[in-house]
C-alpha cells in the first residue's frame, strides 16, 4: 500500500535534520583537523601568503594569486 503524503513530508523533514547533524559534525571534525595540520606544520598567513600570491599591493593585499605552487 502507498504512503500517505503527510507520511512522506514527515520522513523528508526527519531526514533532512539527520542531514543538518551529519553535515554539522563532519564540519566540526574538518575543522579540527585543519587546525591539527596548521599547528603540526607550523604554517602561518605569511607562509600562505608567500606560495600563493605573486605580489603585494601597498595594504599588503595580494595582487595575483599563482595556483601552478600549489600541491593537490
Do not use: C, H, P, W
Not at 600570491?53 to 594569486?65: E, L, P, Q, R
Request: charged share 35%; aromatic share 4%; hydrophobic share 35%.
Amino acid at each position: 500500500m502507498a504512503r500517505s503524503l503527510k507520511e512522506i513530508l514527515a520522513d523528508k523533514e526527519k531526514l533532512a535534520k539527520e542531514e543538518n547533524a551529519a553535515r554539522k559534525g563532519e564540519k566540526t571534525a574538518a575543522v579540527k583537523e585543519v587546525k591539527r595540520l596548521i599547528n603540526q606544520y607550523q604554517i602561518t598567513l605569511g607562509s600562505i601568503r608567500n606560495v600563493i600570491y605573486t605580489g603585494f599591493d601597498a595594504k599588503g593585499k595580494g595582487i595575483k594569486a599563482d595556483t601552478s605552487k600549489l600541491k593537490g
